[in-house]
């Protein structure tokens, strides 16, 4: 157990259904971040929170639409996903507010599929 | 943009053998950090590293960090059947730019 906590832990969606994945984290941590892991490729940012306040958006899909209403919590809406959106998606946090050298906890993911 | 290559992508080895995997950055990195990932499960930090030269050990594992900070390695001294998993480098360059995974190097280890 991380204390980072991701639910649910698999998804089956269709392309027309709107859905959120939730992340906690319990260890007081001040950055929160959304990662993409798709099969043979390196796991690719998508989005960072500081204190609640987001300082990174990687050029991702307006399809994915994250909220952090306060230091603990993360989501990630998604609407109208397409096929090539089914990965893991892994949520991390961290305790300092620089996101480029602190050490990293990750959830253990929403294993996501788009029919 | 500033790219991080690992290698190799797969390693298979028996039970026993060493294990090295290696990481290249294309800029000058201000840290390196490995992550160590179960199949099925998140990738766990294993350690990082910020000087240049640095040499760190866990137990069987030894991690370098090349001297022009560019590059890094990770050693595993006689594999066992519980260093399965894909091991990811990640680092971020001197120039505050954010932190870039590798793509990892999946190991299997035959008993």
């Known amino acids: 157990e991380t204390g980072v906590t991701q639910t649910p832990r698999h998804l089956v969606m269709g392309m027309t259904n709107k859905k959120s994945l939730k992340c906690e984290q319990h260890?007081?941590?001040?950055?929160m971040y959304w990662y993409k892991q798709s099969a043979k490729k390196p796991l690719e940012l998508m989005f960072v929170?500081?204190?609640?306040?987001?300082?990174e958006n990687n050029s991702v899909p307006s399809r994915f639409s994250p909220e952090c209403p306060n230091s603990s919590h993360l989501f990630l809406h998604l609407h109208t996903l397409q096929p090539e959106d089914s990965a893991l998606y892994l949520c991390?946090?961290?305790?300092?507010?620089?996101?480029?050298?602190?050490?990293?906890?990750f959830g253990s993911g929403t294993q996501l599929s788009v029919l | 943009g500033q790219q991080v290559m690992q290698i190799p992508q797969y390693q298979h080895v028996q039970e026993g053998e060493d294990f090295t995997t290696y990481c290249n950055s294309s800029?000058?990195?201000?840290?390196i950090q490995w992550y160590k990932q179960r199949p099925g499960g998140h990738p766990v930090f294993l350690i990082q590293?910020?000087?240049?030269?640095e040499v760190k050990k866990q137990k069987r594992l030894t991690f370098q960090f090349g001297e022009a900070k560019k590059n890094s390695s990770l050693h595993i001294t006689a594999t066992q059947t519980t260093d399965v998993g894909t091991y990811f480098c990640a680092g971020a360059d001197n120039q505050g730019g954010k932190l870039i995974f590798g793509q990892g190097t999946e190991l299997s280890v035959k008993p």
């Open positions: 929170y500081s204190l609640e306040e987001r300082v």
């Open positions: 590293l910020v000087k240049s030269g």
């Open positions: 260890l007081g941590h001040n950055a």
């Open positions: 800029t000058t990195l201000s840290n």
């Open positions: 991390a946090s961290s305790q300092g507010r620089q996101t480029t050298n602190e050490k990293l906890f």
